[in-house]
């Protein structure tokens, strides 16, 4: 039973351009949450989604992040217009409804040159 | 809103020695309680949890006991090895609205020396 992917690993971007980071969560899991970890610090949580539905974005920044989750097919969250204060590990999450815990993937590590 | 405040790192300990790591939290309601550990280039893994009070988790040698009265779940392991070397992240999880989230300690290093 393969854990919670992300792809890809690591992501190198210049500023101004776009950052699509992808998440696939366990088998048998609808529900999926986007964590940011700056560089020392704690995970912070960006949004909670099921399939077509976004539950919880209070953490999202207002504007450039925007996030996912189709019928078929991985999360994405998508940061458009990066900025160097965008670097940072991106983690996905997921796990079955009625349950407290998620599962983490691998992350993301996204650099802003 | 909810918080987690975890003890400052990096603690370093010599192998076999006992391990504290305090973690107190800030909530409105009644949380579940989690530890996540994290290795080098790793995401995190769930080392153990506790649902109510007084509850204990316990798992790999590690447990913490959920105490509302002064709010911790302090992480302990009795004797530890090179390879508990990590960040361990305390954490929370926030029920309100229908979300699940976490709330997360910044995390706290450990290393552990021969």
């Known amino acids: 039973n393969a854990g919670v992917m992300q792809n890809p690993r690591h992501l190198v971007r210049r500023r101004g351009q776009e950052a699509r980071l992808r998440c696939s969560p366990m088998k048998g899991h609808s529900h999926v949450y986007w964590y940011r970890q700056l560089p020392e610090e704690g995970l912070k949580f960006m949004v909670y989604?099921?399939?077509?539905?976004?539950?919880?974005e209070s953490g999202m920044p207002k504007e450039r992040f925007s996030a996912e989750f189709p019928k078929e097919g991985p999360s994405i969250l998508r940061i458009q217009q990066v900025v160097r204060g965008d670097s940072a590990a991106y983690f996905c999450?997921?796990?079955?409804?009625?349950?407290?815990?998620?599962?983490f993937g691998p992350g993301t590590r996204l650099l802003v040159l | 809103g909810d918080s987690v405040t975890q003890m400052e790192g990096p603690v370093t300990l010599s192998e076999e020695a006992f391990l504290t790591i305090n973690c107190t939290y800030t909530a409105t309601g009644y949380p579940s309680l989690f530890w996540y550990v994290q290795y080098p280039g790793e995401g995190l893994q769930l080392l153990l949890k506790?649902?109510?009070?007084?509850d204990k988790g316990s798992n790999k040698g590690f447990e913490a006991t959920y105490r509302k009265e002064t709010t911790s779940f302090h992480l302990e392991k009795g004797s530890v090895q090179v390879s508990d070397s990590a960040v361990y992240f305390c954490?929370?999880?926030?029920?309100?609205?229908?979300?699940?989230?976490?709330?997360f300690g910044t995390g706290t290093q450990l290393k552990v020396e021969l």
């Open positions: 999450a997921s796990g079955p409804g009625g349950s407290e815990t998620q599962y």
């Open positions: 989604l099921q399939k077509e539905n976004i539950i919880d």
């Open positions: 506790a649902t109510k009070a007084d």
């Open positions: 954490a929370l999880s926030d029920l309100t609205g229908g979300g699940n989230k976490l709330t």
